[in-house]
T-cell receptor, first 114, second 115 residues
Framework: DQQVKQNSPSLSVQEGRISILNCDYT??????FLWYKKYPAEGPTFLIS?????DKNEDGRFTVFLNKSAKHLSLHIVPSQPGDSAVYFC?????????????FGTGTRLLVSP | DGGITQSPKYLFRKEGQNVTLSCEQN?????MYWYRQDPGQGLRLIYY???????QKGDIAEGYSVSREKKESFPLTVTSAQKNPTAFYLC??????????????FGDGTRLSIL
Protein backbone atom coordinates (compact mmCIF):
# COMPACT_ATOMS: atom_id res chain seq x y z
CA ASP A 1 0.00 0.00 0.00
CA GLN A 2 1.85 3.05 -1.27
CA GLN A 3 0.68 6.04 0.73
CA VAL A 4 2.85 8.57 -1.12
CA LYS A 5 2.99 8.32 -4.90
CA GLN A 6 5.14 10.03 -7.48
CA ASN A 7 3.63 8.80 -10.70
CA SER A 8 6.18 10.35 -13.05
CA PRO A 9 9.50 8.46 -12.89
CA SER A 10 11.21 11.13 -14.96
CA LEU A 11 10.85 14.67 -16.26
CA SER A 12 12.89 16.58 -18.84
CA VAL A 13 12.91 20.37 -18.93
CA GLN A 14 14.93 22.99 -20.74
CA GLU A 15 17.09 25.40 -18.78
CA GLY A 16 15.20 28.54 -17.80
CA ARG A 17 11.78 26.89 -17.97
CA ILE A 18 9.59 25.80 -15.08
CA SER A 19 9.87 22.29 -13.63
CA ILE A 20 6.76 20.92 -11.95
CA LEU A 21 7.08 17.75 -9.91
CA ASN A 22 3.95 16.12 -8.56
CA CYS A 23 3.13 13.96 -5.58
CA ASP A 24 -0.14 12.38 -4.41
CA TYR A 25 -0.91 10.92 -1.02
CA THR A 26 -3.69 8.79 0.37
CA UNK A 27 -3.40 9.17 4.15
CA UNK A 28 -5.50 12.10 5.41
CA UNK A 29 -3.53 12.03 8.67
CA UNK A 30 -0.41 13.43 6.97
CA UNK A 31 0.18 16.98 8.16
CA UNK A 32 3.79 17.77 7.23
CA PHE A 33 5.22 17.44 3.74
CA LEU A 34 8.78 17.72 2.49
CA TRP A 35 10.76 17.65 -0.73
CA TYR A 36 14.26 16.24 -0.91
CA LYS A 37 16.78 16.33 -3.73
CA LYS A 38 19.19 13.44 -4.22
CA TYR A 39 22.29 13.01 -6.35
CA PRO A 40 23.64 9.51 -7.09
CA ALA A 41 25.60 7.92 -4.24
CA GLU A 42 24.74 10.78 -1.89
CA GLY A 43 22.15 11.26 0.81
CA PRO A 44 18.98 13.28 0.19
CA THR A 45 19.24 17.00 0.78
CA PHE A 46 16.28 18.82 2.28
CA LEU A 47 14.79 21.40 -0.09
CA ILE A 48 11.53 22.76 1.23
CA SER A 49 8.62 21.77 3.43
CA UNK A 50 5.03 22.74 4.09
CA UNK A 51 2.65 22.26 6.99
CA UNK A 52 -0.96 21.28 6.34
CA UNK A 53 -2.16 24.61 7.70
CA UNK A 54 -0.68 26.31 4.62
CA ASP A 55 -1.28 25.87 0.92
CA LYS A 56 1.94 27.42 -0.37
CA ASN A 57 5.52 27.86 0.77
CA GLU A 58 8.24 29.59 -1.20
CA ASP A 59 12.02 29.60 -0.89
CA GLY A 60 13.93 31.26 -3.68
CA ARG A 61 13.41 29.34 -6.91
CA PHE A 62 11.45 26.60 -5.13
CA THR A 63 7.74 26.73 -4.31
CA VAL A 64 5.67 23.94 -2.84
CA PHE A 65 1.90 23.88 -3.26
CA LEU A 66 -0.45 21.77 -1.15
CA ASN A 67 -4.02 20.91 -2.16
CA LYS A 68 -5.45 19.09 0.82
CA SER A 69 -8.81 18.33 -0.74
CA ALA A 70 -7.11 16.62 -3.67
CA LYS A 71 -4.37 15.15 -1.48
CA HIS A 72 -1.86 16.55 -3.94
CA LEU A 73 1.51 18.20 -3.50
CA SER A 74 3.65 19.85 -6.16
CA LEU A 75 7.12 21.39 -6.34
CA HIS A 76 7.77 24.20 -8.80
CA ILE A 77 11.30 25.14 -9.75
CA VAL A 78 11.61 28.45 -11.59
CA PRO A 79 13.83 28.98 -13.47
CA SER A 80 15.24 25.49 -13.85
CA GLN A 81 19.02 25.12 -13.99
CA PRO A 82 21.22 22.21 -15.14
CA GLY A 83 22.42 21.80 -11.54
CA ASP A 84 18.84 20.96 -10.57
CA SER A 85 19.19 17.63 -12.40
CA ALA A 86 18.70 15.02 -9.69
CA VAL A 87 16.10 12.68 -8.23
CA TYR A 88 13.42 14.44 -6.20
CA PHE A 89 11.56 12.67 -3.42
CA CYS A 90 8.45 13.89 -1.70
CA UNK A 91 7.79 12.72 1.84
CA UNK A 92 4.96 13.05 4.31
CA UNK A 93 4.60 12.68 8.05
CA UNK A 94 1.42 11.81 9.95
CA UNK A 95 0.35 13.80 12.97
CA UNK A 96 -0.43 11.05 15.42
CA UNK A 97 2.78 9.07 15.75
CA UNK A 98 4.60 11.18 18.32
CA UNK A 99 7.72 11.23 16.18
CA UNK A 100 8.59 12.25 12.66
CA UNK A 101 7.73 9.11 10.69
CA UNK A 102 8.44 10.04 7.10
CA UNK A 103 6.80 8.12 4.28
CA PHE A 104 8.61 8.59 0.98
CA GLY A 105 7.51 8.48 -2.62
CA THR A 106 9.55 6.56 -5.19
CA GLY A 107 11.14 9.67 -6.66
CA THR A 108 11.11 11.61 -9.94
CA ARG A 109 14.30 12.00 -11.93
CA LEU A 110 14.58 15.56 -13.26
CA LEU A 111 16.85 16.32 -16.18
CA VAL A 112 17.42 19.98 -17.02
CA SER A 113 19.13 20.42 -20.35
CA PRO A 114 21.07 23.54 -21.38
CA ASP B 1 30.58 22.14 10.15
CA GLY B 2 27.67 20.22 11.64
CA GLY B 3 26.49 17.13 9.87
CA ILE B 4 25.96 13.40 9.72
CA THR B 5 28.83 11.06 8.95
CA GLN B 6 28.26 7.54 7.71
CA SER B 7 31.05 5.05 7.30
CA PRO B 8 32.18 3.19 5.37
CA LYS B 9 30.85 4.44 2.04
CA TYR B 10 31.07 0.95 0.53
CA LEU B 11 30.84 -2.31 2.43
CA PHE B 12 30.99 -5.92 1.31
CA ARG B 13 29.62 -8.83 3.29
CA LYS B 14 30.06 -12.54 2.96
CA GLU B 15 27.14 -14.85 3.40
CA GLY B 16 26.46 -15.53 7.10
CA GLN B 17 28.35 -12.49 8.38
CA ASN B 18 27.05 -9.66 10.49
CA VAL B 19 28.19 -6.17 9.55
CA THR B 20 27.84 -2.87 11.37
CA LEU B 21 27.26 0.48 9.67
CA SER B 22 28.36 3.57 11.53
CA CYS B 23 26.37 6.80 11.87
CA GLU B 24 27.59 9.82 13.84
CA GLN B 25 25.98 13.26 14.06
CA ASN B 26 27.19 16.51 15.61
CA UNK B 27 23.95 18.43 15.11
CA UNK B 28 22.83 17.85 18.71
CA UNK B 29 19.68 16.17 17.38
CA UNK B 30 17.68 13.96 19.68
CA UNK B 31 16.12 11.72 17.04
CA MET B 32 18.01 9.42 14.66
CA TYR B 33 16.77 7.11 11.93
CA TRP B 34 17.95 4.36 9.59
CA TYR B 35 16.48 3.92 6.12
CA ARG B 36 17.06 1.50 3.31
CA GLN B 37 16.81 2.43 -0.37
CA ASP B 38 16.46 -0.13 -3.13
CA PRO B 39 16.62 0.72 -6.86
CA GLY B 40 13.49 2.45 -8.10
CA GLN B 41 12.01 2.64 -4.64
CA GLY B 42 11.61 5.25 -1.97
CA LEU B 43 13.30 5.16 1.40
CA ARG B 44 11.93 2.68 3.91
CA LEU B 45 12.33 3.06 7.67
CA ILE B 46 14.30 0.34 9.45
CA TYR B 47 14.70 1.69 13.00
CA TYR B 48 14.43 5.00 14.78
CA UNK B 49 15.47 6.40 18.14
CA UNK B 50 14.06 9.46 19.85
CA UNK B 51 16.34 9.42 22.86
CA UNK B 52 19.46 7.73 24.18
CA UNK B 53 18.99 4.10 25.24
CA UNK B 54 15.64 3.86 23.48
CA UNK B 55 14.80 2.79 19.92
CA GLN B 56 11.82 1.44 18.02
CA LYS B 57 11.29 -0.79 15.02
CA GLY B 58 10.31 0.80 11.76
CA ASP B 59 8.54 -0.81 8.83
CA ILE B 60 11.28 -3.29 7.85
CA ALA B 61 13.25 -4.09 11.04
CA GLU B 62 13.59 -7.86 10.53
CA GLY B 63 17.22 -8.90 10.21
CA TYR B 64 18.56 -5.63 11.61
CA SER B 65 19.58 -4.41 15.07
CA VAL B 66 20.60 -1.03 16.48
CA SER B 67 21.92 0.58 19.65
CA ARG B 68 21.81 4.14 20.97
CA GLU B 69 24.32 4.43 23.79
CA LYS B 70 25.28 8.00 22.96
CA LYS B 71 23.26 10.89 21.58
CA GLU B 72 25.70 11.30 18.69
CA SER B 73 25.83 7.69 17.54
CA PHE B 74 23.31 5.23 16.12
CA PRO B 75 25.03 2.18 14.58
CA LEU B 76 23.07 -0.32 12.51
CA THR B 77 23.97 -4.02 12.41
CA VAL B 78 22.86 -6.03 9.41
CA THR B 79 22.63 -9.59 10.66
CA SER B 80 22.84 -12.85 8.76
CA ALA B 81 19.07 -13.13 9.25
CA GLN B 82 18.56 -10.33 6.71
CA LYS B 83 18.00 -12.32 3.53
CA ASN B 84 18.37 -9.51 1.04
CA PRO B 85 20.84 -7.03 2.54
CA THR B 86 22.19 -5.54 -0.68
CA ALA B 87 20.97 -1.93 -0.64
CA PHE B 88 21.88 1.69 0.00
CA TYR B 89 21.57 2.52 3.71
CA LEU B 90 20.88 6.04 4.88
CA CYS B 91 21.09 7.49 8.37
CA UNK B 92 19.19 10.64 9.33
CA UNK B 93 18.63 12.83 12.36
CA UNK B 94 16.20 15.52 13.39
CA UNK B 95 15.07 17.71 16.21
CA UNK B 96 12.37 15.87 18.14
CA UNK B 97 9.01 16.44 16.41
CA UNK B 98 7.31 17.16 19.72
CA UNK B 99 8.66 20.71 19.61
CA UNK B 100 8.25 21.65 15.97
CA UNK B 101 8.17 20.42 12.42
CA UNK B 102 11.80 20.22 11.45
CA UNK B 103 13.22 18.29 8.51
CA UNK B 104 15.34 15.20 8.82
CA UNK B 105 18.91 15.61 7.65
CA PHE B 106 20.70 12.73 5.98
CA GLY B 107 24.20 11.37 5.76
CA ASP B 108 25.74 10.33 2.44
CA GLY B 109 24.89 6.67 2.85
CA THR B 110 26.61 3.29 2.89
CA ARG B 111 26.25 0.90 -0.03
CA LEU B 112 26.26 -2.69 1.18
CA SER B 113 26.89 -5.55 -1.24
CA ILE B 114 27.00 -9.31 -0.79
CA LEU B 115 30.08 -11.16 -2.03
Amino acid sequence: DQQVKQNSPSLSVQEGRISILNCDYTNSMFDYFLWYKKYPAEGPTFLISISSIKDKNEDGRFTVFLNKSAKHLSLHIVPSQPGDSAVYFCAASPMNTGFQKLVFGTGTRLLVSP
Amino acid sequence: DGGITQSPKYLFRKEGQNVTLSCEQNLNHDAMYWYRQDPGQGLRLIYYSQIVNDFQKGDIAEGYSVSREKKESFPLTVTSAQKNPTAFYLCASSVDRVYSNQPQHFGDGTRLSIL
